[in-house]
């Protein structure tokens, strides 16, 4: 290009060049997928592709609109309800699956997230959404996919000394206890952040990942009777956390907005972790009108800490199984 | 959006589920 003379230049064909070029990064791209399934029927594993420093760079710098745009929480989402939408919206309900009867206060005359009214199981599920991963944590870092994997230490923060529960109230609940002196198993280092969490002999440290697709119901919930101590606001980018990109950016949760509360229940340590994703990025917890997320004035890398807890080692929020925790907002 | 439990729980705690499979409110995690 730097010698040819401005005539030749003329002759080249962007479109074309741009079509090949992209036409041979689909055929590489299904090449390496049929490879991976020929490996996979012989039994050998493969490991996954990896997003690299510069395409990582590129997902946590959005164009310059998209974050701004996405801080005007208010903006992005006006007071719309079904009635608003006419005859379309249950077409539109019935097409996102979603189902009307489970909600409390039917009809749908509010635009703020309706509580369910689902029966629960002994033990819940705190949202609506797909397994991305669950099992216990062996070490440090924990997988978020198959293959893939994110540091505990990173995700949560450094440990803080946080006053324990009292034991909990819940009616019909088995109630929060104190838990036991740490005492870390053989094979794990003795300082290891894993061990910091552990409080009990014969514990295990588990994990479980659900992603809640758009089109999801976006509120969480408390998944048992527990009490949260503490909660701490990861200011963050907000990058889609679809099973690909999961698959595909090492550490994704940890780059992204979030908000970890964390406490104790029956057997020990116990938190949840709200991550904000694309366009979801404000989270709120009911209980705690101090958090503002995805914020502007909040300066990505730091965190910011509220305890619950009170002095002399008691305190803190109490909740019920299924108790109505928090949700996703637009912005 | 993601939703992340990290807890502590005994030895013989099992998850009910598998990773890809769909879960609603108020179905069961796991079991003790």
Known sequence: VHTAPARALLLLRPLRILLVAGGSYLGYRQYESYRERQLEKRGLEVAPRLAGHWEVGAFLSPPPPTPHVTELGPAASPDSTLTHFGPGAKRGLFLGSCMVYESESAPLGSADFQGLAAPLCPEVSPADGRILSCGPVRDCEVEQVKGVTYSLESFLGPRTAQPLAPAGGCPGGRGVSPPGLSAPPAAEPAGSFRNQLVTRDGNELYQCVIYLAPGDYHCFHSPTDWTVAHRRHFPGSLMSVSPGMARWIKELFCHNERVVLSGAWQHGFFSLTAVGATNVGSIRIYFDRDLHTNSPRHCQGSYNDLSFAGGAGRGGVTLCKGDHLGEFDLG | ?32
């Open chain 2, 1 to 32: 959006s993601t939703v992340v439990l990290i807890f502590e729980a005994p030895r013989h705690f099992s998850f009910q589920l598998q990773a890809g499979q769909r879960i609603r409110f108020g179905e069961a995690l796991g079991s003790l």
